[in-house]
């Protein structure tokens, strides 16, 4: 696979924008190093009804949910936040 490009909706760039300057820009990167190593990443599912086919990766004490979108070639970021906000 190879570098995907990415799509933050409009939700997920609310998030980042409300986070400390810091976390702002580790998300940044790894969204952007997530873009280039998808092939390698562990794309850890979701369960639930409303979760169904999307994939969280862990920074910390942040997560950032996303989709695969394999026929455009995209990763699709859809929330991010603190673990104990970010599933609600």
């Known amino acids: 696979m ?3 490009s990415v799509l933050i909706t409009p939700e997920a760039q609310t998030d980042i924008r409300r ?36 994939l969280r990766y ?11 979108d394999p026929s455009s070639d995209t990763l699709v970021v859809l929330k991010v936040g603190h673990r104990r906000d970010v599933y609600r």
């Open 2 to 4: 190879s570098r995907l």
């Open 19 to 54: 986070l400390d300057p810091g976390v702002q820009a580790r998300v940044l990167d790894k969204i952007r190093w997530m873009s280039e190593n998808a092939d390698v990443l562990r794309h850890l599912p979701l369960r639930g009804e409303e979760w169904a086919g999307c």
């Open 58 to 68: 862990r920074l910390g004490d942040y997560r950032i949910i996303y989709l695969l």
